[in-house]
């Protein structure tokens, strides 16, 4: 199994001057040293591979140990392309990847960790909240999700950026993400697939535990107060 984080974006709607997942928390690491610290709980540092575009240089001065794959168009694509660049380079094996500005506890990682060893595809979920800027989804009749985006409605939850793709569906993953519009976010990818009946994606629910994306100066101070309180 293989680690992919996506870091390559400029993070515009939180105001940094340097890449979001090197904003510091409460706790005194970063977004990308939770989620490195918590991914070595429980899987292989070797394994883990980031994705980098706007000023590369400090995160790979921060993080020398991993590998790194670099979208040098990072200003004129979005996840979707970012993510495919990465699939890439793990054919054959089953990647779990996240958004490189996810908070979260490494309770997260235990739950999904069953789905990871049967490898089985999956998105994880928050059931509790569904904000209207945020990816949404719904299911079918089997349980897997039938629709992922951010015009959803009747949503069941949102997503909360940490999804595994099967080293059996890896393939028809990268063959959507190809199709999809360099802006589009890798979950048109997912989305697609879905219309077509070529994935079957189960949503996994952690909304027990503290998980939460950072895009505004809000979220990162609801993610300090949960710090805070821990």
């Known amino acids: 199994m293989k680690i992919v984080i996506l870091a390559a974006g400029i993070g515009s709607r939180l105001g940094n001057p340097f890449p979001k997942p090197l904003t510091p928390l409460n706790s005194g690491k970063t977004i990308m040293q939770n989620q490195v610290d918590n991914l070595n709980e429980w899987f292989d540092s070797e394994d883990i591979k980031l994705i980098v575009g706007f000023k590369k240089e400090l995160i790979m001065e921060e993080f020398p140990n991993l590998t790194f794959i670099y979208n040098p168009v990072f200003d004129q694509t979005n996840t979707s392309k970012s993510l495919l660049r990465g699939l890439k380079k793990c054919k054959g094996n089953g990647v779990l990847w996240l958004n490189g500005d996810v908070v979260f506890e490494s309770k997260v990682l235990e739950k999904l ?49 940490i999804n595994y793709i099967s080293s059996k569906d890896i393939s028809t993953l990268i063959d959507y993400l190809e199709k999809c519009a360099d802006n589009d976010y890798f979950e048109r990818g997912i989305e697609m697939a879905i219309e077509d009946n070529k994935l079957d994606i189960l949503p996994v629910n952690i909304s027990e535990f503290m998980c939460m994306e950072v895009d505004f100066e809000e979220d990162l101070n609801a993610v300090n107060k949960l710090i805070d309180n821990q």
């Open 113 to 161: 960790k069953p789905y990871i060893d049967k490898d089985q595809s999956f998105v994880a979920v928050n059931n509790s909240a569904v904000a209207e800027e945020e990816v949404k989804y719904t299911v079918n009749e089997k349980g897997f999700i039938n629709e992922i985006s951010k015009t959803v409605k009747n949503a069941l939850g949102e997503a909360v950026g």
